[in-house]
């Protein structure tokens, strides 16, 4: 047997052993098991291997070649500290506002047949209002537009710009879409100009706005150990950092204009790297995609502490005060 997982079915607490050619045998434990769904998700990101230490060197002995994530064992609020990370909430609204495309999850209606049930998986753009709730342009005629006027309960998969692996945040947004009324519709369009500089679909025709209107739970994997269930109020809140909402794509390609080679040699000290490129920008700090050969990896370079970053030139000389002294905070 190699691993244990618990899931709770009608009440009933069963224990999924792997055996060791991978099948799974369902063993009843009638154990009380309170585990909240936090604990599991941080316990399943608890694996032995071993911690690199700043410079490169495997804490115990050794070293071990590539800008690998380890995983924290101190759980999302020591993650969040060790790293310059914004909490939780406020990097899923960054996240929203960074990332233009998401996979929508909707379940199959019964016109579907044989499908019926089952989840649909659609590749969607989407623009997030001022509450953090995205707003989608449907084609009557898609599946998962007629999906959702049957059962508006979905899923949205949001994944960071660059993503690569893995090892990138992304979270998983539950909730209710339904379509918006006709006196909206042109507030809706709005919203997509300020994300997406043009109306994507409505250039077509023939398209409507829809929002998820009622956002029920928040899953976020955010790297480094960060693991959560976001609240919702909490989330609804916030305000996304600014240097995250203005200027968007733009800034981070006028930041990797001036910064990927400067960032590439200052990680090359470190492990050789073949390529820097920056995939998204916070108050704090700034994910880098880092590739060495065909493998991919992200570096977090966080800013000083207590000068948080809001705009781009602010960027610009938090990134060069990082590069002049030679310094990255929080290698991983």
């Given at each position: 047997m190699k691993h244990l997982i618990y899931h709770n079915i009608d009440?009933?607490?069963m224990s999924y052993?792997?055996?060791?050619?991978?099948?799974?045998?369902?063993v009843k434990d009638n154990s009380n098991h309170?585990?909240?769904?936090?604990?599991?998700?941080?316990?399943?990101?608890?694996?032995?291997?071993?911690?690199?230490?700043?410079?490169?060197?495997?804490?115990?002995?050794?070293?071990?070649?590539?800008?690998?994530?380890?995983?924290i064992s101190g759980g999302v609020q020591s993650a969040t500290s060790a790293h310059g990370l914004p909490r939780p909430a406020l990097a899923v609204r960054n996240l929203m506002e960074q990332a233009r495309f998401a996979h929508l999850c909707t379940v199959m209606s019964r016109m579907h047949h044989r499908r019926e049930g089952y989840p649909f998986g659609s590749l969607v753009d989407f623009a997030?209002?001022?509450?953090?709730?995205?707003?989608?342009?449907?084609?009557?005629?898609?599946i998962h537009t007629r999906n959702l006027l049957v059962d508006p309960r979905c899923t949205l998969v949001v994944q960071i710009p660059g993503w690569s692996g893995l090892s990138n945040a992304?979270?998983?947004?539950?909730?209710?879409v339904y379509p918006l009324s006709e006196n909206e519709q042109e507030w809706a369009h709005k919203q997509y100009i300020g994300?997406?500089?043009?109306?994507?679909?409505?250039?077509?025709?023939?398209?409507?706005y829809f929002r998820m209107q009622n956002i029920s739970d928040i899953y976020f994997i955010g790297g480094f150990g960060t693991v959560a269930w976001v609240d919702v109020k909490e989330y609804e809140m916030l305000q996304p950092d600014k240097i995250a909402v203005d200027g968007?794509?733009?800034?981070?390609?006028e930041l990797n204009a001036i910064f990927s080679k400067p960032l590439k040699e200052l990680l090359?000290?470190?492990?050789?790297?073949?390529?820097?490129?920056?995939?998204?920008?916070?108050?704090?700090?700034?994910?880098?995609?880092?590739?060495?050969?065909?493998?991919?990896?992200?570096?977090?370079?966080?800013?000083?502490?207590g000068h948080a970053v809001e705009t781009l030139e602010e960027a610009k000389a938090a990134l060069w005060k990082l590069i002049n002294k030679g310094r990255v905070c929080n290698f991983q």
């Amino acid at each position: 047997m190699k691993h244990l997982i618990y899931h709770n079915i009608d009440n009933e607490w069963m224990s999924y052993r792997l055996s060791c050619n991978g099948l799974p045998c369902v063993v009843k434990d009638n154990s009380n098991h309170n585990q909240s769904s936090e604990n599991v998700a941080d316990e399943g990101q608890k694996v032995d291997m071993p911690l690199i230490a700043p410079g490169g060197s495997v804490a115990g002995g050794g070293t071990r070649a590539g800008l690998f994530r380890t995983p924290i064992s101190g759980g999302v609020q020591s993650a969040t500290s060790a790293h310059g990370l914004p909490r939780p909430a406020l990097a899923v609204r960054n996240l929203m506002e960074q990332a233009r495309f998401a996979h929508l999850c909707t379940v199959m209606s019964r016109m579907h047949h044989r499908r019926e049930g089952y989840p649909f998986g659609s590749l969607v753009d989407f623009a997030p209002d001022s509450m953090g709730h995205p707003i989608f342009s449907f084609s009557p005629l898609a599946i998962h537009t007629r999906n959702l006027l049957v059962d508006p309960r979905c899923t949205l998969v949001v994944q960071i710009p660059g993503w690569s692996g893995l090892s990138n945040a992304r979270v998983t947004i539950f909730g209710d879409v339904y379509p918006l009324s006709e006196n909206e519709q042109e507030w809706a369009h709005k919203q997509y100009i300020g994300k997406h500089q043009q109306g994507p679909s409505q250039q077509w025709g023939n398209f409507y706005y829809f929002r998820m209107q009622n956002i029920s739970d928040i899953y976020f994997i955010g790297g480094f150990g960060t693991v959560a269930w976001v609240d919702v109020k909490e989330y609804e809140m916030l305000q996304p950092d600014k240097i995250a909402v203005d200027g968007g794509e733009q800034n981070l390609k006028e930041l990797n204009a001036i910064f990927s080679k400067p960032l590439k040699e200052l990680l090359s000290a470190e492990s050789e790297v073949d390529d820097a490129a920056l995939i998204s920008i916070d108050s704090k700090g700034t994910d880098i995609r880092v590739r060495q050969g065909a493998q991919f990896n992200i570096q977090r370079i966080s800013f000083e502490e207590g000068h948080a970053v809001e705009t781009l030139e602010e960027a610009k000389a938090a990134l060069w005060k990082l590069i002049n002294k030679g310094r990255v905070c929080n290698f991983q």
